[in-house]
């Protein structure tokens, strides 16, 4: 009996609209509650947005990065390959004059042939942007020259002029590569 009188206890209205209430309201904790973790993943849901982006975006400079490492890489070892590739027929020159040297004792011959190559030299590398420097009879400049030497002179107007040039200076493209050695007057 007492079986009963709880269970009719129980479906009664009174105790129908305490059990509705009391769902109602866990429902709604059980909504704040979904919200505030909704809210709390929101944050973190960005934070891993945010991380992978960077993930992302470092990975892709770090390519970046070692594709023109490599082709930097490339384009040194291949750069001085036109300049190869035009003093080739010089070196076929030099190697027909080395042979002329075997055959004929005329020096004029062999001569005339060595300043045709280096006439062809020059000319090759003055198209690759080399230019000699000169340096004779002009006042000593310490950008370009290298003094090695100075040597008295009896005319004033040859001080601090370049009396003599030991080795030639060069310039690639106007810019010096290498500095010309030179006599100066005192």
Known sequence: MSTEINEEETHSPENMTESLDATVGNEEESTEKKQEVVSENSPEKELAEWKDKYLRLFSDFENFRKRQAKERIELIGTASEGLMVS?????????????AFETTNNVDVLKEGIQLVHHKFQKTLEQKGLKPMQSIGELFNPELQEA???????????????????????????KTIRFAKVVIGA
Do not use: C
């Not at 003093?87 to 080395?98: A, G, H, I």
């Not at 030497?149 to 310039?171: A, C, F, L, N, R």
């Open 148 to 174: 090695i030497t100075q040597i008295p002179v009896e005319k004033e107007s040859q001080k601090g002029t370049v009396i003599d040039e030991v080795e030639k200076g060069y310039s690639l493209n106007d």
């Open 87 to 99: 003093l080739l027929p010089v070196m076929d020159d030099f190697e027909r004059s080395m042979k």
